[in-house]
């Protein structure tokens, strides 16, 4: 199936990325029922799920699975370097999310690059995003730290140009200006490292996880505001 299902998704355009991924044998492709694609990955196997054979979509989730490989992904570093104290107060989800928000920033120009349509870039690309959560609070606590960074990393992560989200930047900043910074800062520091090969700045941790080096004090600086303004 994955040999058929290539043969509509390889492009000319994409094709040179497909060709710099690793152990292909371990990538499967599957096409599911939900409205949505999303990259799954575990120790062993990477697989894209697909809401149709859509290339646009096929190529988003290839820019995630390059990302991984050259970069070892947000994810890890961030949460690894995350203070235990907030584990009670931040999930997973928001950590994961906030990694998604801030690949898609780093690898949208790829995107475009390998063939990608701007409007198919994410399924929600015309939504607005970032829920109104500055109107709805007064200050930020242990107790909405989950919202309120999922939502300003929605909105620091969107990729459509179009949108004006200047009132909303100016709420959150409101509520909490060093959180606001921080995230800003991290996620252009993210950025500016940029997506390259950088294997001799890769660590492994106990756990077995690839943690990038290079990123790994901007996460540190980040929670550290983060932690701070929780006063737990
Ligand atoms: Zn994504």
Redesign the pocket.
Known sequence: MKEKYLQKLLTQKNNPLWEKIENKDNINIIIWDNNFSELFSDDYTTEFRLNSLNINSFN?ELC?VYINQVFGGIFPTLKLRMPYELNNYITRNCLQHIS?CI??KLFFDLYLEIGGESEQF?SDFYLRKGNNFHLFHRSVSPNNIDGYLGNLFSILGDCNTNMDYSKEINGFRKLSPSIFEASKTLLCEIIDIGICDQLEDFGVNEEGVFINKTQSNSCEDFWNVVFDEMNL
């Open positions: 988003h995630h998604n690949e898609h994410v």
